[in-house]
T-cell receptor
Framework: AQKVTQAQTEISVVEKEDVTLDCVYE???????LFWYKQPPSGELVFLIR??????QNEISGRYSWNFQKSTSSFNFTITASQVVDSAVYFC????????????FGGGTRLMVKP | KAGVTQTPRYLIKTRGQQVTLSCSPI?????VSWYQQTPGQGLQFLFE???????NKGNFPGRFSGRQFSNSRSEMNVSTLELGDSALYLC????????????FGSGTRLTVV
């Protein structure tokens, strides 16, 4: 069965610091998809990125970057020069290739960015 | 374009009652899924509907059910409410079932007293 682990339950940083959120996954499928979502206090889950298992290229989007390593089953998320608006709960999720749109979420990491 | 709309936003029910939550997906999206979020269990998949058919179901008791209409709108129902059903219920929609990711609604916060 699939599983996603986010070992860091809570991280606190000061504005402008870089921060990395860890995500480790388990799956027996060779085809799978990994996601990161952000959940601000309003509750809505905001999509950040999707990665399929055949694409190990790292990705950068502004201050956000993602490091996908199949060898260690990890899909880590780094925020560079953090801002107060980055404060939220971040979820890593996995969807197996034959599971339709069923997502398995990690427990989430609460990021607090202090001014 | 309108996002995923969930109604009501907040709900308080008494133990033993039943409740129906509604979700209107983004126009054109045909896949709708539901998730339950609690502090203890985190985000858990409830079920997925596509073209009015349930395609996947999570590990929840039969008190949790859902349906999807021809316009892709979806409802979920919880019967005989228990205190442990208090949660944020999130609906998400997608074009199809190809794992391109969801757009989530803001959720319905259900409190059972």
């Amino acid at each position: 069965a699939q599983k996603v682990t986010q070992a860091q339950t809570e991280i606190s940083v000061v504005e402008k610091e870089d921060v990395t959120l860890d995500c480790v996954y388990e799956t027996r499928d060779t085809t799978y998809y990994l996601f990161w979502y952000k959940q601000p206090p309003s509750g809505e889950l905001v999509f950040l990125i999707r990665r399929n298992s055949f694409d190990e290229q790292n990705e950068i989007s502004g201050r956000y970057s993602w490091n996908f390593q199949k060898s260690t089953s990890s899909f880590n998320f780094t925020i560079t020069a953090s801002q107060v608006v980055d404060s939220a709960v971040y979820f890593c999720a996995l969807s197996e290739g034959n599971a339709g749109n069923m997502l398995t979420f990690g427990g989430g990491t609460r990021l607090m960015v202090k001014p | 374009k309108a996002g995923v709309t969930q109604t009501p936003r907040y709900l308080i029910k008494t133990r033993g009652q039943q409740v129906t939550l509604s979700c209107s997906p983004i126009s054109g999206h045909r896949s709708v899924s539901w998730y339950q979020q609690t502090p203890g269990q985190g985000l858990q998949f409830l079920f997925e509907y596509f073209s009015e058919t349930q395609r996947n179901k999570g590990n929840f008791p039969g008190r949790f059910s859902g349906r999807q209409f021809s316009n892709s709108r979806s409802e979920m129902n919880v019967s005989t409410l228990e205190l442990g059903d208090s949660a944020l219920y999130l609906c998400a929609s997608s074009w199809d079932r190809s794992n391109y990711g969801y757009t989530f609604g803001s959720g319905t916060r259900l409190t059972v007293v």
